[in-house]
DNA sequence: CTTATACATCGACATATGTCTATATATAGA
DNA sequence: TCTATATATAGACATATGTCGATGTATAAG
């Protein structure tokens, strides 16, 4: 979670550095060659600090580095960088892996605790199949696979669960949670 | 020159929509595979309409698509465009042509945007020798040859530049670009 | 040593934008 | 028809940021 959040960061990082259109400039003509900043700043008709403002933003993403000569510093492109960057985009493989997993659970959790009570026993039955389903479901771990249960028994299990047991019973035979044959009931 | 402009913010559109955190963490969950708003917001810890707020950027830039799916709205990724957009940064050579040109100034074209600001009036007036000389080339271009200035005519078009219009004045004469006799000023 | 040049840094300001709350719209279900 | 659900949209607000002007700093030049 820490770990793919951090490399997330890093690709944002990277996207707001190139989200600008004077800095995509810039990067674009250090494609180019090394330049200085006051040919920078004749290109990009802004002013010189506004040049040495977004330099300094690239250089501190490690994007583009920096070396005296004189007076004059002369800035570059690190293509190796741009390259790495953009191999993360090309595989969305990539960006899968780094992002969070979907939660899966979250409904589910969701309508298990609005159905029943803290006793553990069922409120209501829910009347939408969406929720109905994730209750079955989740009553259905009651029976183990394999294993045949009588109709008696299946309705003392039910029983702790919510008084009506004939629907609950007829709904796990719908959803096919449960199957029955001559008063026997299994879990498939 | 519009049609590289216009490139680049394109690409600058496209930098802008993917740095943000929670946009690229949906845009990695839809390269997983497609999704509704309610499980991207389950799973990013934010209103629902902050997602769908994302998730509208990203739909405007055809990033993302959309099929309704009876309530539910399911968004989905569109790779060809990330692996578009991601060869224009694999290569910067690409990049490169799309920069602006950097501009070989001559002295004089330096010298005058360095000394007239935006407002067309003069900065400081130069007091080396060689840029004065460009200013006062320019200055003299207000004043037409054949045509005689009587002095407070002349101190009117100068004060458009220059508070010291006694200086630019002066050093007009001097310099050969004003004639003067008796008061009435002429360009030779 | 003084001035000029090339660049960096600081403070201010207007704009852009991510996020929230509240509300509207559309569809499914009772 | 009425309610619930899923999503979109509008407005507000705080923050981030691109740009500029002014100033600081280091090096070259005279």
């Given at each position: 979670m820490?770990?793919n959040?951090a ?5 944002v990082?990277f996207?707001?550095a190139?989200?600008d259109l004077n800095?995509l400039k810039i990067?674009?003509m ?5 330049a ?7 290109a990009?008709?802004v002013q010189?600090?506004?040049?040495s403002?977004h330099?300094a933003?690239l ?5 583009v580095?920096?070396r005296?000569?004189?007076?004059t510093?002369?800035?570059y492109?690190?293509?190796?960088i741009l390259?790495t960057?953009a191999?993360?985009i ?6 899968a892996?780094?992002?969070p ?11 298990l605790r ?7 026993r069922?409120?209501v ?12 479901q989740?009553l259905?771990q009651q029976f183990e696979?394999g294993?045949?249960y009588?109709?008696p028994?299946?309705?003392?299990i039910l029983?702790r ?7 609950l019973?007829?709904?796990l035979?719908?959803?096919g949670?449960?199957?029955?044959e001559?008063?026997?009931y299994?879990?498939?």
């Amino acid at each position: 979670m820490p770990q793919n959040e951090a490399q997330l960061e890093q690709l944002v990082a990277f996207f707001q550095a190139l989200a600008d259109l004077n800095r995509l400039k810039i990067v674009g003509m250090l494609a180019q060659h090394p330049a200085s900043v006051e040919e920078l700043v004749d290109a990009l008709q802004v002013q010189q600090s506004t040049v040495s403002h977004h330099l300094a933003k690239l250089k501190a993403l490690g994007l583009v580095n920096m070396r005296k000569e004189g007076q004059t510093h002369r800035y570059y492109l690190d293509e190796e960088i741009l390259r790495t960057m953009a191999k993360q985009i090309l595989s969305p493989e990539n960006l899968a892996e780094a992002a969070p997993p979907f939660a899966r659970l979250s409904f589910e959790e969701k309508t298990l605790r609005s159905f029943f009570g803290t006793d553990g026993r069922l409120k209501v039955i829910p009347a939408q199949r969406k929720k109905r389903d994730v209750i079955l479901q989740q009553l259905v771990q009651q029976f183990e696979t394999g294993q045949r249960y009588p109709e008696p028994h299946v309705n003392e299990i039910l029983l702790r669960f919510h008084e009506d047991v004939f629907t609950l019973r007829r709904e796990l035979i719908m959803a096919g949670l449960l199957e029955r044959e001559n008063g026997v009931y299994w879990r498939p």
